[in-house]
């Protein structure tokens, strides 16, 4: 379940970039186009948090895949 609900977040950061880019060459507002820059870059971070390891080489998805720390 975990990993379809990170895939949904990368999709939707990977469309909030696609759509900065037409917003951005369609001639919109400046402000919208980097509010979602912003927005993605924070999808981008939370999967990169919840799928890096650390240093002892579980990354926290896995650890709740597994059912480990509750």
Do not use: H, Y
Not at 15 to 42: C, D, N, T
């Amino acid at each position: 379940m975990l990993g379809t609900v990170l895939s949904i977040i990368m999709l939707a950061g990977i469309a909030l970039i696609v759509g900065a880019v037409f917003l951005w060459r369609k001639g919109g507002s400046r402000k919208q186009v980097l509010l979602m820059i912003v927005m993605a870059l924070v999808c981008f971070a939370n999967v990169a948090i919840w799928t890096v390891p650390d240093a002892s080489g579980d990354a926290p998805a896995d650890r709740v895949e597994r059912g480990v720390g509750n």
